[in-house]
């Protein structure tokens, strides 16, 4: 999200030659510190394809990498001029400094083959992942992805602590909202361990797509809307949300419109920074009630009851 362990997966297998799209790639290197901040600039452009990129050794200063991607369109120029003035007024908040956003152009082909180097199957918890260009693999619930420009391969932190979270919660017959599903690889491991219903939606057009084309390729019903927990009615006995700590703070209220009485409600994406501010949010959402608490690389995961 060095190796890239950040939250988005690269790649566009589907389109036609006709139809092949150019891509810019923004990149800003960042402190620790200024991550969050850089990352909630970024997504108001990115096609949700908001990556970090870990330092293997951390060594301060802009260690960290924050990038996203946009199509090379006639707005794009505004769109990168947007960025550069919002992470201008970031100076005054006093965080870790940032760097200057380095623009690259990257062609569909480019985006393909950089994905599947990096995209291997992987076991997480009770699921293996794999890319749908992989072999089958035994020794677990398989999950097939091809996200596209959607978030979740399995490879970010945040997506294997959800994955684990899945894999011990009792779901055969219960009703699951998967809430910024991207790539869908929640609401299909929350399928195929027995949820039903399982409903997912996303904000991200593009999303909503990779996750719809996933649920197809594991065989699973899995309705896919535009749109947050707010656009949702009912409630649910599970509510996963893998988004990062201020969308977390904004929607609190809606996920705890949308958990049934004595539902449990599963949130990662939250920075270590962050997590008081984010608990604080649930809690007025009537979230208070922490049942499970898991830390990796910095990032936090919550499991918590009304």
């Known amino acids: 999200m060095p190796r890239m362990r950040g939250a988005c997966s690269i790649g566009s297998g589907t389109r036609s030659a006709a139809s092949k799209t150019r891509w810019l790639e923004l990149g800003v290197p960042a402190h620790a510190?200024?991550?969050?901040?850089?990352?909630?600039?970024?997504?108001?452009?990115?096609?949700?394809?908001?990556?970090?990129?870990?330092?293997?050794?951390?060594?301060?200063?802009?260690?960290?990498?924050?990038?996203a991607y946009l199509p090379d369109d006639a707005d794009a120029f505004a769109r990168?001029?947007?960025?550069?003035?919002?992470?201008?007024?970031?100076?005054?908040?006093?965080?870790?400094?940032?760097?200057?956003?380095?623009?690259?152009?990257?062609?569909?082909?480019?985006?393909?083959?950089?994905?599947?180097?990096?995209?291997?199957?992987?076991?997480?918890?009770?699921?293996?992942v794999r890319p749908s260009w992989s072999e089958p693999r035994e020794g677990g619930i398989e999950i097939v992805l091809d996200p596209g420009m959607a978030f979740g391969t399995g490879l970010h932190p945040t997506t294997q602590q959800c994955l684990e979270a899945l894999s011990t919660i009792a779901l055969d017959g219960r009703s699951v909202l998967d809430v910024g599903t991207g790539s869908g690889i929640l609401a299909i491991a929350a399928a195929k361990r027995g949820a039903s219903p399982v409903v997912a939606v996303d904000t991200d057009r593009v999303a909503c797509e990779a996750a719809r084309e996933n649920a197809v390729r594991n065989a699973v019903a899995i309705p896919v809307g535009e749109g947050s927990a707010a656009d949702v009615p009912g409630r649910f006995d599970v509510v996963v949300a893998n988004i990062v700590s201020p969308?977390?703070?904004?929607?609190?209220?809606?996920?705890?419109?949308?958990?049934?009485?004595?539902?449990m409600l599963v949130v990662a994406g939250i920075s270590l920074p962050s997590e008081r501010d984010t608990r604080e949010a649930l809690a007025r959402a009537g979230l208070g009630t922490t049942i499970d608490r898991t830390v990796r690389d910095d990032w936090v995961a919550l499991a918590l009851r009304r």
């Not at 600039?41 to 990498?65: F, K, N, Q």
């Not at 623009?103 to 994905?115: G, S, Y």
């Open 33 to 67: 510190e200024a991550v969050e901040a850089v990352s909630e600039i970024l997504s108001r452009v990115g096609y949700r394809g908001v990556a970090v990129e870990l330092p293997l050794e951390p060594r301060g200063g802009t260690d960290h990498t924050v990038k």
């Open 80 to 128: 990168v001029s947007d960025v550069r003035d919002a992470l201008g007024h970031l100076q005054a908040f006093g965080l870790g400094p940032v760097g200057e956003v380095a623009v690259r152009r990257i062609e569909d082909e480019d985006w393909l083959e950089a994905w599947k180097a990096q995209f291997v199957p992987l076991r997480v918890g009770a699921f293996v």
């Open 247 to 263: 969308v977390l703070q904004r929607v609190a209220a809606d996920l705890g419109a949308r958990l049934a009485p004595g539902g």
